[in-house]
């Protein structure tokens, strides 16, 4: 079973366009996470939810906004996109509490604007 | 400044030698440790923490010294399958927002 998965594996857009990710954990985690791994391979936080709740937002500009309808899904929406949006993008998720340094990690969403 | 430093490599390791490499980082306030793995274009997996005392998980070890600010892991008799990048990881508090170095990759070689 898939622990955390994320749709599409691949999104290949054109500049201007607007396109969701979207992520879903089976793991009964209450934290979610989205990370962005640009081609120089920084993985850089970018948004943390918990319990349906916004609790980290790192300096991302406001065409990406992401949304959690439940605790077990967090997606990501762009708008505009740009060409230095193209990037990995990782969800993961973690259980707050002694362990939540421990993340699990989705496969990724390769995301290429041209 | 980087928050944490890496050297990206890549260490080219014969199979069965030992190879180490060091992560610094620049917030003294920093409390806690790890080291992720990450395959070529596969998601990072936590490997294993650093406690201040060092700590060993089979053929690896990882040590902190907090007066130097910097952490290491050395991996003893390297096997093919360890080829990766190796991600440091630093939390500020002990809460839920990691902060990753850039990698250090590490190629074993026959």
């Known amino acids: 079973d898939t622990a955390v998965s994320q749709t599409p594996k691949y999104l290949v857009t054109q500049m201007g366009n607007d396109k969701s990710i979207k992520c879903e954990q089976n793991?009964?985690?209450?934290?979610m996470y989205w990370y962005k791994q640009d081609s120089k391979k920084f993985l850089k936080i970018m948004f943390s939810?918990?319990?349906?709740?916004?609790?980290i937002n790192e300096t991302v500009p406001n065409r990406f906004s992401p949304k959690s309808p439940d605790k077990a899904h967090l997606n990501l929406h762009i708008n505009s996109l740009e060409l230095g949006d193209s990037a990995v993008y990782f969800c993961?998720?973690?259980?707050?509490?002694?362990?939540?340094?421990?993340?699990?990690f989705g496969p990724g969403t390769r995301l290429t604007v041209t | 400044r980087k928050e944490v430093e890496q050297d990206p490599g890549p260490f080219n390791v014969p199979e069965g030698a030992t190879v180490a490499f060091n992560c610094t980082y620049s917030?003294?306030?920093?409390?806690?440790f790890f080291w992720y793995r990450q395959d070529c274009r596969k998601e990072p997996k936590l490997l294993m923490s650093?406690?201040?005392s060092g700590n060993e998980d089979g053929r690896f070890t990882a040590q902190l010294n907090r007066a130097s600010q910097y952490i290491s892991l050395l991996i003893r008799d390297s096997k093919l399958s360890d080829s990766a990048t190796y991600l440091c990881?630093?939390?500020?508090?002990?809460?839920?927002?990691?902060?990753f170095g850039g990698g250090t990759r590490v190629l074993v070689k026959p």
């Open positions: 990881v630093v939390t500020k508090a002990a809460g839920n927002k990691l902060t």
């Open positions: 939810y918990n319990n349906k709740e916004l609790i």
């Open positions: 650093v406690y201040s």
């Open positions: 993961a998720s973690s259980q707050v509490g002694q362990h939540s340094y421990e993340q699990y």
């Open positions: 793991l009964g985690h209450d934290t």
């Open positions: 917030n003294s306030a920093s409390q806690s």
